[in-house]
């Protein structure tokens, strides 16, 4: 059980839109930042995403990411074949005064 | 470039004690937090703690607290995680990251993780 939720399977067609939520609470999500990466099979998993919206260099404009209240989203625009990958979503939680993952989301591109 | 270079696999026994290692390459080493991260197998991402070289300052998860140590060799960059009795239940791939200079800065580098097979 994680203290982030996130669907454990999301889906779509090559160039359509897939969006992962990640909902958590006031003392994670609700205080601070969420932080996005991206794991491909058999390989370390990646920074996608921090502070929310932000793309780490070499990160297409196709990721986008959002936050309202206590829960996140991270979009993907244009969706290619190579999107097709675990996402995860991590905050830091000022009550367990440590970083919280979800659980993970696998994208598959149809 | 800044990357960070894991020791390879390991089988132990349980009962058996291990220590892994994390190289930090292109950067100062003791400027940036070290974060561990277990994830084991067909399963998600556990946060195990953090480990700042620069003090040896420590943080744990809860989940992890008493079961490994974070502990780093600042001459060579070299961060490490170990165990004095391992569990079955260990068996996992253990990755390190690079943080900040903070706890909450988010971890754009990673290890390419290590591989730990606890098995009779």
Redesign the interface.
Known sequence: Q?VLTQPPSASGAPGQRVTISCSGSSSNIGR??V?W?K?LPG?????LM??DDQR?SGVPDRFSGSKSGTSASLGISGLQPEDESDY?C?A?DDS?????????TKVTVL | EVKLVQSGAEVRKPGESLKISCRGFGYRFTDYWIAWVRQMPGKGLEWMGLFYPGDSDTTYSPSFQGQVTFSADKSISTAYLQWSSLKASDTAIYYCARGGSGTHYPFDQWGQGTLVTVSS
């Open positions: 994680t601070g930042t932080t990466y794991q390989t370390a998993p990646k920074l921090y502070y780490p995860y991590a830091w367990l005064n440590g970083w919280v993952f979800g659980g993970g």
